[in-house]
């Protein structure tokens, strides 16, 4: 694969947003059943508190997932997904009208219908094997895609994951996956490794382990590591104890060359950003 001088800023409807400097995600799972924070917004005032918040501490853009993806997440129909989502954006796009909102969607219609209200960044857990169709919305949109590597679905991902090598099969999976993207024109790709995604403890650190290798494909490299089981488990706690160990991740990812951090605490991911930052200087 040809490589390509590495985009330094992605557009989200006329917003620029510069990647000289890691940004901030912020994670507004609008779900009952997410592995954190399932059911934790139960009202628009909630959500708006939320977003507040993860603006003011940091976040330049709002992810936010109407479907669960977590191991043995429950299915819900492409109906109840979008009667979740599209108020919400309407809401946000509203009261935050420069905030830039990504969708975390692997659905098509799901994906068009978010971008016609709002959304300006589709991210997709499945790297468009669960519906093809997703592909031409992207095009179509011209918006930044998140490119996730997942083994399995979420409803059998973890059953038993295995690979001969996980970074090398992580690499070889987003060469063929870009290969398809361009040539459907998509060029517009933040790449995202799946951590905890069909991966064991193992599997996900050595994928941390490794992560600068990621940046020979010269696209902005997404860390989504915030709390999750690789975590805690080795810990022996559980996700709501694991800000600190959040904090440690996103800093060994951030000297990797993460340009992303996705996040459920945007206060203290913007910290360690700006701490990494005088690395710099």
Known sequence: MQLKKLAMKIHCLKKEISLKTPQIMGILNITPDSFYDGGKYKNETDILAAVSNMIADGASIIDIG??????????????????????????????????????????????????????????DISAFSLDKALLKVVAQHNTPYVLMHMQGTPQNMQENPEYDDVVAAVKQFFNEKIAVLNKQGITNIILDVGFGFGKTITHN??????????K???????????????????LFKRPKDMLNATTVAHSIALGKGANILRVHDAKEAKEAIIIHEYLKL
């Open 205 to 214: 650190y050595q994928l941390l382990n490794h992560f600068e290798e990621f």
């Open 216 to 234: 020979s494909f010269n696209l902005p490299l997404l860390i989504g590591i915030s709390r999750k089981s690789m975590l805690y488990k080795p």
């Open 66 to 123: 109407a479907y669960s993806s977590r191991p043995n997440a429950k299915h819900i129909s492409e109906e109840e997904e979008l009667e979740r989502l599209i108020p919400i954006i309407k809401l946000l796009r509203k009261k935050f009208p420069d905030c830039s909102l990504s969708v975390d969607t692997f659905r098509a219609k799901v994906a068009e219908e978010a971008l016609k209200n709002g959304a300006c960044m589709i991210n």
